[in-house]
C-alpha cells in the first residue's frame, strides 16, 4: 500500500518537532479525516539577501501519509526562498515519497497548506506584501481550521 520511501520518512520522520521562536506558524486540519499539521519556520537570507526558510520543523496528528508527507514538505522547502517554497505542489511531494494511495492524496494537500500558512504567518507578523493567491488560501484555511479546532479542543487543551 504504502512506498519505501513513506514508511521511511514516516519511521524515521526529518524535521519533527517546533523551533522555539519560529518566525512563522502554519497550522492546518483536514474535515474529514481528523489530521493536524503544524508547521515551523525559521526566516534568514542567503548571499543574494533574498529571504529563506531556514530552518523547518513540523509536528503533526495523523496518519503514516500525513506524517511522511510532513517530512517530506520541510525536507524539500528547506533552503529555498519564500518564493519558491511557495511554488510547491502536492505533486512534488508524492514524487519524492515514490507515490501515495488515491486516498492518501489529501495529506500532500495538507503539508502544502500548511508551509503556505508558515509563510503567510512570517508576511503578515512583518508586514510584508501578501500574494493575493496566499491570501485567498489562507481564508479557507482558516474556516477549515476553526471546525477542527472546537472538534478537538479538548485534545489540543492537553498539549
Given amino acids: 500500500m504504502y512506498t519505501k520511501k513513506v ?12 523551533i522555539k521562536n519560529p518566525d ?5 486540519g483536514n474535515l474529514v479525516c481528523g489530521d493536524v499539521m ?4 525559521k526566516v534568514g537570507e542567503n548571499k543574494k539577501k533574498e529571504k529563506i526558510i531556514k530552518d523547518i520543523k513540523f509536528e503533526t496528528f495523523g496518519c503514516v501519509a500525513a506524517l511522511a508527507t510532513s517530512s517530506v514538505v520541510t525536507d524539500l522547502a528547506k533552503g529555498k526562498t519564500l518564493n519558491k517554497a511557495l511554488e ?6 508524492v514524487k519524492s515519497l515514490g507515490g501515495l494511495p488515491q486516498i492518501k492524496i489529501h495529506c500532500s494537500f495538507l503539508a502544502i497548506d500548511a508551509l503556505s500558512e508558515a509563510i503567510y504567518d512570517y508576511l503578515t507578523k512583518n508586514k ?11 481564508e479557507i484555511i482558516k474556516k477549515e481550521l476553526e471546525v477542527i479546532e472546537e472538534r478537538y479542543k479538548d485534545l489540543l487543551k492537553k498539549k
Avoid: A, C, R, T
Fill in 24 to 28: 512563522g506558524i502554519g497550522k492546518v
Fill in 128 to 138: 510584508k506584501s501578501i500574494p493575493k493567491k496566499l491570501e485567498k488560501n489562507h
Fill in 88 to 93: 510547491l505542489k502536492k505533486d512534488d511531494i
Fill in 7 to 18: 514508511m521511511e520518512h514516516f519511521k524515521n520522520p526529518h524535521n519533527l518537532g517546533n
Fill in 38 to 41: 503544524h508547521i515551523y519556520i
